[in-house]
């Protein structure tokens, strides 16, 4: 069992930025991000991989603007989110997986509680 465990949510004013941090309990091969907002679908934000020759995925809207890296000494994968905007508000959440579903949420079977990112003009 992998445990999940996100940080760094928060309010900040567009254009802003944050760092969201995840910590799993032990080594996974594939981590991702998701996110909510309220009466949308979860959607995948971005993921990585060290299967094979390792790989990230970007969701198109978060491209140039966010960046997700791993510690792989620590566990732990990050989400620095640059430029933020109004329609990042959301519930971001970490996800885990010991294969490659890519941004598909449905391939994931280790998910945190998320944390919250709201975003103010």
């Known amino acids: 069992q992998v445990q999940l465990v996100e940080s760094g949510g928060g309010s900040v004013q567009v254009g802003g930025s944050l760092r969201l941090s995840c910590e799993a309990s032990l080594y996974i091969n594939t981590m991702a991000w998701f996110r909510q907002a309220p009466g949308k679908e979860r959607e995948g934000v971005a993921s990585?991989?060290?299967?094979?020759?390792?790989?990230?995925i970007y969701q198109d809207s978060v491209k140039g603007r966010f960046t997700i890296s791993k510690d792989n000494a620590k566990n732990t994968l990050y989400l620095q989110m640059n430029n933020l905007n109004s329609e990042d508000t959301a519930h971001y959440y970490c996800a885990a997986s010991w294969v490659v579903p890519g941004l598909s949420p449905e391939g994931y079977k280790y998910w945190g509680q998320g944390t919250q990112v709201t975003v103010s003009s």
């Open positions: 990585l991989t060290s299967l094979g020759v390792g790989r990230t």
